[in-house]
């Protein structure tokens, strides 16, 4: 069994990564000009978006963050058909101020009739500021050849000062730009996410003077919103569910539509008392979220992507071929490129950041695509080679950023984990009754070592129960319920006249999952039969109601976490054989067991005082079904204390 998980490891370190791949460094990577062409992992999304964007169709994409779903909304921007844009002007209403006109022209004409009329009414002012000056100097001669000099200069100012009040103001007639498109450029791509209501549907500003001949016109005060200026484009809004459903509704509106008018966004402002006419917003809306966007989407707005659209799922691996390997490559070569600062990855670089792509992909034979986190590794080691000065990237730089760059996740569960053997929450030497050293992770790439405590009470009441503490979430109960069978049978006693009591220690954020099914019920077992459980070991592993050990994910990130904590011996899953990635430094510290049932497990972690009837009463056990086993065995613990 050693010898098959250091084979394991083994091979996965000296495997030549790019054995079919004849480069030296990135820099001999051809890069895609389009985006569309840098995707990668994600065909079937590709394939969405290029129909979406000859058709003009909406689409949701779903999924983990960081695999890509903002650059294939931009991508969309690039592959829309080229439409005839359009720039929208916004007018006073001489009739009705508080309903300002909407007129649209062709692009790139609204700057050049904002000027022509700010022209207009800059040489109207002159106009007028020669007439005024030319009374007033009259005035005056007037008066100076008649003598009374002081009546006129009295006469020149109270002229002066009503015509100062009583003028147009010629900048009330200049048309607002509200929206601005180049004549020539590629169709706008608008990032509306996060946006407040104003931001995404428009606004008018309020106005603190609001007459006086101080007041600012009402056209002037319009602001567009992300919808209309993504006319003719693309509107990208990822974390779809965080909107308010006010504003999905009108979201909603602008899409059947294709119109929205703009008012302001606060009843309590001078700005809700004006609505424009109604502005363009012939937009295609690509929204975007995490799998659980769904409950909080608006279901009519859903409905109309739905019926009018597509809707993608984001793949977060891709299979681990040849092929893809390429695909990663230019991926890192694209980085460089983007970035434009950090040097060119050589070989062994390159073969290093898929080696972490392996790692972060907590599945067998595929690679992550959480580009978004491999990007910001690649960025910090070029980074770090730049600093030493280096004309490549190499090797040791991955490995210094892989160090540097850790989440806050890592940054978390190390200082735990040293506070942890500090204050002796964390023991890995010596055996202990009811005691397990369980494993987690925390965030995605982060794992933790779990420590958990097992008591047996007589019980308080009519019958017993199993009472779990530390926060536990809903799967994680559900899984103390389900493996309560287990040490039922692994017992064969009869625990209704007992309380079990199941302690996770530290779980401030609280516990979600069932991969600590194994350590809680080997706890539980030690706690019933009195029998210590050895504490250089740490187990990972969900269970069923029969036994069987079944996979679990982090495998990976929750050994390195256990040879961390200075934890010799590690159990997990055997289908998580493959999944095992660990760095080197890692690999001469901890020996990994890999399991299909818990007797196997029982077998590594317990410690009885006579191992070979211990051992004959296991297989007995897990041998006879559950209720031969409690009318006849009389428990492990008595026998073994009588041995």
Same mark, same amino acid.
């Given at each position: 069994?050693?010898?098959?998980?250091?084979?394991?490891?083994?091979?996965?370190?000296?495997?030549?990564?790019?054995?079919?791949?004849?480069?030296?460094?990135?820099?001999?990577?051809?890069?895609?000009?389009?985006?569309?062409?840098?995707?990668?992992?994600?065909?079937?999304?590709?394939?969405?978006?290029?129909?979406?964007?000859?058709?003009?169709?909406?689409?949701?994409?779903?999924?983990?963050?960081?695999?890509?779903?903002?650059?294939?909304?931009?991508?969309?921007?690039?592959?829309?058909?080229?439409?005839?844009?359009?720039?929208?002007?916004?007018?006073?209403?001489?009739?009705?101020?508080?309903?300002?006109?909407?007129?649209?022209?062709?692009?790139?004409?609204?700057?050049?009739?904002?000027?022509?009329?700010?022209?207009?009414?800059?040489?109207?002012?002159?106009?007028?500021?020669?007439?005024?000056? +030319? /009374?007033?100097?009259?005035?005056? *001669?007037?008066?100076? =050849? #008649? $003598? @009374?000099?002081?009546?006129?200069?009295? &006469?020149?100012?109270?002229?002066?000062?009503?015509?100062?009040?009583?003028?147009?103001?010629?900048?009330?007639?200049?048309?607002?730009?509200?929206?601005?498109?180049?004549?020539?450029?590629?169709?706008?791509?608008?990032?509306?996410?996060?946006?407040?209501?104003?931001?995404?549907?428009?606004?008018?500003?309020?106005?603190?003077?609001?007459?006086?001949?101080?007041?600012?016109?009402?056209?002037?005060?319009?602001?567009?919103?992300?919808?209309?200026?993504?006319?003719?484009?693309?509107?990208?809004?990822?974390?779809?569910?965080?909107?308010?459903?006010?504003?999905?509704?009108? +979201? /909603?509106?602008?899409?059947?539509? *294709?119109?929205?008018? =703009? #008012? $302001? @966004?606060?009843?309590?402002?001078?700005? &809700?008392?004006?609505?424009?006419?109604?502005?363009?917003?012939?937009?295609?809306?690509?929204?975007?979220?995490?799998?659980?966007?769904?409950?909080?989407?608006?279901?009519?707005?859903?409905?109309?992507?739905?019926?009018?659209?597509?809707?993608?799922?984001?793949?977060?691996?891709?299979?681990?071929?040849?092929?893809?390997?390429?695909?990663?490559?230019?991926?890192?070569?694209?980085?460089?490129?983007?970035?434009?600062?950090?040097?060119?990855?050589?070989?062994?670089?390159?073969?290093?950041?898929?080696?972490?792509?392996?790692?972060?992909?907590?599945?067998?034979?595929?690679?992550? /695509?959480?580009?978004?986190?491999? *990007?910001?590794?690649?960025?910090?080691?070029?980074?770090?080679?730049?600093?030493?000065?280096?004309?490549?990237?190499?090797?040791?730089?991955?490995?210094?950023?892989?160090?540097?760059?850790?989440?806050?996740?890592?940054?978390?569960?190390?200082?735990?984990?040293?506070?942890?053997?500090?204050?002796?929450?964390?023991?890995?030497?010596?055996?202990?009754?009811?005691?397990?050293?369980?494993?987690?992770?925390?965030?995605?790439?982060?794992?933790?070592?779990?420590?958990?405590?097992?008591?047996?009470?007589?019980?308080?009441?009519?019958?017993?129960?199993?009472?779990?503490?530390?926060?536990?979430?809903?799967?994680?109960?559900?899984?103390?319920?389900?493996?309560?069978?287990?040490?039922?049978?692994?017992? *064969?006693?009869?625990?209704?006249?007992?309380?079990?009591?199941?302690?996770?220690?530290?779980?401030?954020?609280?516990?979600?999952?069932?991969?600590?099914?194994?350590?809680?019920?080997?706890?539980?077992?030690?706690?019933?039969?009195?029998?210590?459980?050895?504490?250089?070991?740490?187990?990972?592993?969900?269970?069923?109601?029969?036994?069987?050990?079944?996979?679990?994910?982090?495998?990976?990130?929750?050994?390195?976490?256990?040879?961390?904590?200075?934890?010799?011996?590690?159990?997990?899953?055997?289908?998580?054989?493959?999944?095992?990635?660990?760095?080197?430094?890692?690999?001469?510290?901890?020996?990994?067991?890999?399991?299909?049932?818990?007797?196997?497990?029982?077998?590594?972690?317990?410690?009885?005082?006579?191992?070979?009837?211990?051992?004959?009463?296991?297989?007995?056990?897990?041998?006879?079904?559950?209720?031969?086993?409690?009318?006849?065995?009389?428990?492990?613990?008595?026998?073994?204390?009588?041995?």
């Amino acid at each position: 069994m050693e010898k098959t998980v250091s084979d394991n490891l083994e091979k996965n370190a000296d495997e030549d990564l790019l054995f079919s791949t004849e480069i030296s460094d990135s820099s001999e990577v051809e890069v895609p000009s389009r985006l569309i062409d840098q995707v990668i992992g994600q065909e079937n999304a590709v394939e969405v978006i290029k129909k979406a964007a000859t058709q003009r169709r909406h689409v949701m994409m779903l999924g983990t963050p960081g695999t890509g779903k903002s650059m294939l909304a931009k991508a969309m921007a690039e592959l829309l058909p080229k439409e005839e844009l359009k720039d929208v002007l916004v007018y006073p209403n001489v009739e009705d101020s508080n309903n300002p006109v909407i007129r649209t022209v062709a692009a790139g004409r609204g700057k050049q009739i904002v000027a022509a009329h700010k022209a207009e009414a800059a040489k109207r002012k002159q106009m007028r500021n020669t007439l005024m000056m +030319l /009374l007033v100097f009259g005035i005056l *001669g007037y008066s100076l =050849i #008649t $003598g @009374q000099w002081l009546m006129g200069i009295i &006469a020149s100012a109270f002229l002066f000062m009503a015509l100062q009040y009583m003028r147009p103001r010629e900048e009330m007639m200049v048309p607002k730009l509200l929206v601005s498109n180049e004549a020539n450029a590629i169709a706008p791509f608008i990032d509306a996410t996060g946006s407040h209501a104003g931001a995404l549907l428009g606004d008018v500003r309020h106005d603190p003077f609001q007459s006086g001949g101080l007041e600012t016109p009402s056209h002037d005060r319009v602001e567009a919103g992300a919808i209309h200026k993504a006319n003719g484009g693309v509107l990208f809004i990822d974390e779809i569910n965080t909107l308010t459903p006010h504003s999905q509704q009108n +979201l /909603l509106t602008a899409l059947q539509e *294709g119109k929205f008018s =703009i #008012t $302001g @966004q606060s009843e309590r402002s001078s700005g &809700a008392m004006v609505r424009t006419e109604d502005v363009p917003c012939h937009f295609i809306m690509i929204a975007a979220g995490n799998l659980d966007a769904i409950k909080g989407m608006h279901p009519a707005l859903r409905s109309r992507i739905r019926g009018y659209g597509y809707e993608v799922y984001m793949q977060d691996t891709m299979p681990d071929t040849p092929e893809n390997r390429k695909k990663f490559v230019r991926f890192v070569a694209q980085e460089v490129k983007n970035d434009g600062k950090i040097p060119h990855f050589d070989r062994t670089a390159i073969e290093e950041v898929i080696r972490e792509a392996q790692r972060r992909s907590n599945r067998k034979g595929h690679l992550t /695509l959480k580009l978004r986190d491999m *990007g910001g590794l690649i960025r910090v080691a070029g980074d770090i080679a730049r600093q030493d000065g280096a004309e490549m990237t190499t090797a040791e730089h991955v490995l210094r950023a892989k160090g540097s760059a850790r989440s806050i996740e890592q940054q978390i569960t190390d200082e735990y984990i040293q506070r942890s053997r500090e204050y002796d929450l964390t023991v890995v030497s010596g055996t202990q009754v009811g005691r397990v050293n369980g494993l987690a992770v925390m965030g995605s790439d982060s794992g933790s070592v779990l420590p958990i405590m097992a008591e047996v009470t007589p019980t308080q009441g009519a019958t017993g129960g199993i009472i779990a503490t530390g926060q536990l979430q809903e799967i994680a109960q559900e899984s103390i319920k389900n493996v309560s069978a287990v040490f039922k049978k692994f017992t *064969g006693k009869d625990i209704k006249n007992m309380d079990i009591h199941v302690q996770f220690i530290g779980t401030y954020g609280g516990v979600e999952g069932d991969s600590a099914s194994v350590s809680v019920t080997t706890a539980v077992i030690s706690a019933i039969e009195g029998i210590p459980v050895r504490q250089d070991v740490a187990m990972t592993g969900s269970l069923s109601v029969r036994g069987d050990v079944l996979p679990i994910g982090g495998v990976t990130y929750k050994i390195e976490a256990a040879a961390k904590a200075g934890i010799k011996t590690v159990i997990i899953p055997k289908s998580n054989l493959d999944d095992v990635l660990i760095e080197e430094k890692y690999r001469e510290m901890v020996e990994v067991i890999p399991v299909d049932h818990i007797e196997e497990v029982l077998e590594v972690a317990l410690v009885p005082q006579n191992r070979e009837l211990f051992l004959d009463k296991l297989k007995r056990l897990a041998a006879r079904p559950v209720k031969k086993a409690l009318e006849s065995a009389s428990g492990i613990g008595g026998q073994q204390t009588a041995a």
